[in-house]
T-cell receptor, first 115, second 114 residues
Framework: AQSVTQLDSQVPVFEEAPVELRCNYSSSVSVYLFWYVQYPNQGLQLLLKYLSGSTLVKGINGFEAEFNKSQTSFHLRKPSVHISDTAEYFCAVSDLTSGTYKYIFGTGTRLKVLA | EPEVTQTPSHQVTQMGQEVILRCVPISNHLYFYWYRQILGQKVEFLVSFYNNEISEKSEIFDDQFSVERPDGSNFTLKIRSTKLEDSAMYFC????????????FGPGTRLTVL
């Protein structure tokens, strides 16, 4: 079965510093990969997605992620964070063995940007 | 920009009562999903629905749960007899065609079972 591991439950970082949120997945087949952001008391907003093609994916709000098949990773990065980036970030993999491509989510990483 | 909507935003109910959570997916989407997020935990898949029938369900989706698309726009999740452990945020999602298309999520319904 596929699974997603987000190694860091919380990441504190100072404003304007770079950040990397780690995501590893386990799968023996091709996958689609996603990062979603959840602001307090809100729903899930898509940051970026990898379906195929270039392994470096750019998303909204200055975020990017790199798909590394050999390391089965899809880490999220931002070169300079803002206070407004404080939120919970979820990595998800789409199960392509499932006829409905359901998502399997990681446990989330709470990013706290400090002034 | 089209979006998935959910009502109510917050539902409080007594244990043993039936609840219906409502979702309006994006109009030209064909695949529909419910996910659940218990407070402080990860988002979990419940069920997927296509062509007016369940296409896949998780172990969580037992006989207490049912889904329906009663008309051309709404997609509902019914919990027949709620338990305390059903307290969670429930997200509806939809997709036009899962291949090469992401799922769009609604804002969620927070269900509190007392």
């Amino acid at each position: 079965a596929q699974s997603v591991t987000q190694l860091d439950s919380q990441v504190p970082v100072f404003e304007e510093a770079p950040v990397e949120l780690r995501c590893n997945y386990s799968s023996s087949v091709s996958v689609y990969l996603f990062w979603y952001v959840q602001y307090p008391n809100q729903g899930l907003q898509l940051l970026l997605k990898y379906l195929s093609g270039s392994t470096l994916v750019k998303g909204i709000n200055g975020f990017e992620a790199e798909f590394n098949k050999s390391q089965t990773s899809f880490h999220l990065r931002k070169p300079s964070v803002h206070i407004s980036d404080t939120a919970e970030y979820f990595c998800a993999v789409s199960d392509l063995t499932s006829g409905t491509y359901k998502y399997i989510f990681g446990t989330g990483t709470r990013l706290k940007v400090l002034a | 920009e089209p979006e998935v909507t959910q009502t109510p935003s917050h539902q409080v109910t007594q244990m043993g009562q039936e609840v219906i959570l409502r979702c309006v997916p994006i109009s030209n989407h064909l695949y529909f999903y419910w996910y659940r997020q218990i407070l402080g935990q990860k988002v979990e898949f419940l069920v997927s629905f296509y062509n007016n029938e369940i296409s896949e369900k998780s172990e969580i989706f037992d006989d207490q749960f049912s889904v329906e698309r009663p008309d051309g726009s709404n997609f509902t999740l019914k919990i027949r007899s709620t338990k305390l452990e059903d307290s969670a945020m429930y997200f509806c999602a939809s997709s036009w065609q899962p291949t090469y298309n992401e799922q769009f999520f609604g804002p969620g319904t927070r269900l509190t079972v007392l």
